[in-house]
């Protein structure tokens, strides 16, 4: 599976943007799909995934309350919708698979990639 990533731009302090993560190829009902962040000069760190099969959901303590996470199996795809968005939230913005477990926050544990997104949030 080849995974693209695409969304991100510029916006100002509390507004909202939609990434959307689209496959092509296969994801095993089993997998998650899991976004991920970095930031300049910081580590890529977890910000969402949801298990492919069940629609089951979970978050960082950054993005609850302001992202949601959500897929379209039709269309294989995953959407991140960023609500509220911070400065601290600028970043480029990664999506990820991998048959790991459901909670798994840990970058090493998803096997593919999609470049990423460039989010960009104005003071």
């Known amino acids: 599976v080849q995974l693209q990533a695409s969304g991100g731009g510029l916006v100002q302090t509390g507004g909202s943007l939609r990434l959307s993560c689209t496959a092509s190829?296969?994801?095993?009902?089993?997998?998650?799909v899991g976004w991920f962040r970095q930031a300049p000069g910081k580590e890529r760190e977890f910000v969402a995934g949801?298990?492919?099969?069940?629609?089951?959901?979970y978050y960082s303590d950054s993005a609850k309350g302001r992202f949601s996470i959500s897929r379209d199996r039709s269309k294989n795809t995953v959407v991140l919708q960023m609500n509220s968005l911070k400065p601290e939230d600028t970043a480029v913005y990664f999506c990820?698979?991998?048959?790991?477990?459901?909670?798994?926050?840990?970058?090493?544990?998803?096997?593919?990639w999609g470049q990423g997104t460039l989010v960009t949030v104005s003071s």
């Open positions: 949801i298990r492919w099969s069940r629609d089951s959901t």
């Open positions: 990820a698979t991998g048959s790991t477990q459901f909670g798994e926050t840990s970058a090493a544990d998803f096997r593919t």
């Open positions: 190829g296969r994801i095993y009902s089993s997998h998650i």
